[in-house]
């Protein structure tokens, strides 16, 4: 009979803990979902509102014209001068952000010292912390009288400088992941280039980056994917005209930019000015949506040693 | 050439290849190799054996500078390739490491190469063009015993052949450079038995055109392979002879204790 008792409250204790992780589970669970219906919502947001837009303006207006005059009298919703000047803005930057950001991953896995290492790793973790809205000062008041000296015609407001400054703020994005790709080739490969009479630049471009290929990649795609939905920097520096145009040296807008100016201003919800900004957004949403699983396909690459 | 015929002329150790000579090597703080001296005979197989641990790697290592590539090792005493000391200040080891290739434990074809590429990634490390090269290829993996497996899929990754077919890869690869010491580090531990077996009789093979040395852990293997065997242990040559009197009559104790399987 004491053995039946020692069972059966052995039992309950049982179903008491099964009742407490089923709750424990639920809750944790309830947690991971917030945020899947939080995107779900935000997705379902923008295209209930850009599908309420292409019901006043056509997809031949919107991708077949290169004006975007949306707040004045002559509305044009040519989406290719917001385009232009998000992609201007991003190659600048990742013309910029990409040379640097490698030599300096190459010079940190393969020729810094563990002190200089120590001292030049968290320097890039400050760049990433500065808040955007100070790079948009410094493109602003400091680069781009800086490059106005240099570059005859350069207006105020110019995609060169914004760029220049948001490679910049992207350049600890590329070195961090590019370091982790080329720390990740097996040293057996370098052992193997050194062996065979490499020398130690030979051994890195010949052996060392086409083997992290993949992951340099990701980061550059990751970067450009920063460079396209950031804001502030564009906003401030950039100028707020959506020129089509693929010259750095004048003013553009870019569509985060014009986002900010839509929120910003006094346009009542429910208008047709209103809803541009979702069309927009969804554009914007669509650009960084592939950039990132592009970059998560290559870095699922360089996780599974698939190079 | 049969091993009964080296035996004759009784000295095949008076022209070594490379020579080692009151060679220490550490880790750190840990020293791996304590007072080496060793000559390496021309055109022979030399096996090294000896329990893990007891420095052998590490001795191939010297021979051609890789010991150095690892941070915090150094090494005292010298290491001559034809009596020229290839520690000495004037020596660049990147051309030293053109004259004495190695092969490594685990096969590592370059992963982002096609097998031809693989053969020719020697070349083009030292920065040579390979336009015309055929040749070069063929030559190396013929050498390799490799060339009639892959002659029709040269432009194939590297790393879509077997762990065997690799293996003999990098051997072609560093053949393409024609070498005049190949060192071994191992090169079976990672092979299953058909495989190691090609490798042993590619090994006879290279014996006469090039010096071989090879690091095992099996012992079968180095009295099937070589001409002459050391024995290692702790960082201490204990005993460096031809292999038959190695493995039927040693000089010593331990040697004996070991090659029979009384431990390691």
Known sequence: MN?????????????????????????????????????????????????????????????????????????????????????????VSIVTALPLGLLAAIYLSEFASKRIRSFIKPSLEVLAGIPTVIYGYFALTFVTPCLQKIIPGLAGFNALGAGI???????????????????????????????????????????????????????????????????????????????????????????TAYIVQVSLGDTPTGTLEYQTIFAVGMTLFIFTLALNLGAHHLRRNVLKGSL | MLKQDIKKPKNIFRSPKMRSDNLKAWFGSHEALNEISLSIPTFHVTAII??????????????????????????????????????????NPVNLRKRVGMVFQKPNPF?????RDNVLAGLRLQGMKTYDSDEVVEKALVRAALWDEVKDILKRPGLSLSGGQQQRLCIARALALEPEVLLMDEPCSALDPIASAKIEELIHELRGKYTVVIVTHNMQQAARVSDVTAFFYMGKLVEFDYTEKIFTNPKYKKTEEYVTGRFG
């Open chain 1, 3 to 91: 053995q039946e008792l020692f069972l059966s409250s052995q039992v309950d204790l049982k179903a008491a803990r099964s009742l407490k992780e089923r709750l424990i589970k639920a809750l944790f669970f309830f947690c991971a979902a917030v945020s899947i219906l939080t995107t779900l919502g935000i997705v379902g947001i923008l295209i209930f509102e850009t599908w309420n837009f292409f019901g006043k303006v056509s997809f031949k207006q919107f991708f077949g014209d290169t004006q975007w005059t949306p707040l004045f009298a002559q509305k044009h919703f040519g989406v290719w001068a917001l385009i232009s000047g998000t992609a201007l803005t991003s190659f």
């Open chain 1, 165 to 255: 400054v948001m490679g910049i703020m992207i350049l600890p994005i590329i070195a961090s992941l590019s370091e982790d790709a080329i720390y990740a080739v097996p040293p057996s490969l370098k052992e193997g280039a050194y062996a065979l009479g490499g020398n130690r630049l030979a051994t890195i471009f010949r052996v060392v980056l086409p083997s992290s290929f993949s992951g340099i990649g990701a980061a550059a795609i990751l970067g450009i994917s920063r460079a396209v939905g950031e804001t502030m920097i564009v906003v401030i520096a950039a100028g707020q005209q959506p020129n089509f145009t693929l010259d750095p040296r004048v003013a553009v807008e870019t569509m």
């Open chain 2, 50 to 91: 000896g329990p893990s641990g007891c420095g052998k790697s590490t001795f191939i290592r010297c021979l051609n500078r890789m010991h150095e590539v690892v941070p915090g090792t150094r090494i005292q005493g010298n290491v001559y390739l034809d009596e020229v000391d290839i520690y000495g200040s004037s020596i």
């Open chain 2, 111 to 115: 992963p982002t190469m096609s097998i």
